[in-house]
């Protein structure tokens, strides 16, 4: 599974950036089980920020929950980020993943998206 991610950038404490995630590739042959949403700021480590499955139940980190909505299109095969109430310290390059399951090989994998940076200014 390839994943796209999209929509980071600057932008000033308190304002918002909406992150997408697409996935393509050989997905017509697999289930997309759980998408998720980590992030990694400098000399930390990677950390789940929410994560959605097929269902639509939802999990969040405790730091972001309140002003950060996951969503997805399961049409589309995308994920969705909406980040309110952005702090400094959201500062950070968010990661998409996508766990999937092929039944038929017996195979469940998490594949990672690039990443996308984003920078909140205080």
């Known amino acids: 599974v390839q994943l796209q991610a999209s929509g980071g950038g600057l932008v000033q404490a308190g304002g918002s950036l909406r992150l997408s995630c697409a996935a393509s590739?050989?997905?017509?042959?697999?289930?997309?089980?759980?998408m998720e949403w980590y992030r990694q700021a400098p000399g930390k480590q990677r950390e789940l920020v929410a994560e959605i499955t097929s269902g639509g139940t939802t999990n969040y980190a405790n730091f972001v929950k309140g002003r950060f909505t996951v969503s997805r299109d399961n049409a589309k095969n995308t994920v969705y980020l909406q980040m309110n109430s952005l702090k400094p310290e959201d500062t950070a390059v968010y990661y998409c993943?996508?766990?999937?399951?092929?039944?038929?090989?017996?195979?469940?994998?998490?594949?990672w998206g690039q990443g996308t940076q984003v920078t909140v200014s205080s």
């Open positions: 993943a996508a766990v999937w399951s092929d039944y038929a090989r017996s195979i469940e994998a998490r594949d």
């Open positions: 590739g050989s997905i017509s042959s697999i289930r997309i089980n759980t």
